[in-house]
């Protein structure tokens, strides 16, 4: 992996609401909704993180009929949170 990929990467996640985001899609698909329910926070700030994880390639959708699905796609992204979550889960 490039150093410029990595460090574009961990920008990204260093954003506590991205990470969030990033953790939820680490464990299954989740509409905006979905999202924005079980971070409590609004439908528009969330679809501002995805657009950011999109461009960035760390993400993509499927859109079924009116629904929206996000899921993570970068396998760079996927093994830096799992790294992270089994660091949070020895913290704790």
Do not use: W
């Not at 992996?1 to 920008?11: A, D, G, V, W, Y």
């Not at 609004?42 to 994880?53: E, F, K, M, V, Y």
């Not at 499927?62 to 699905?69: A, K, L, Q, S």
């Amino acid at each position: 992996m490039e150093i410029k990929r990595l460090s574009t990467i961990l920008k990204l996640i260093a954003n506590p609401e991205r990470m969030a985001i990033l953790f939820l899609l680490l464990n299954g698909d989740r509409s905006i909704t979905e999202l924005a329910q079980a971070l409590d926070s609004s439908p528009t700030g969330i679809a501002n993180h995805l657009a950011r994880l999109r461009t960035e390639g760390i993400i993509d959708f499927t859109r079924y009929h009116r629904i929206i699905e996000y899921r993570l796609i970068s396998e760079e992204a996927t093994t830096i949170l799992n790294t992270l979550r089994t660091l949070k889960d020895q913290a704790e």
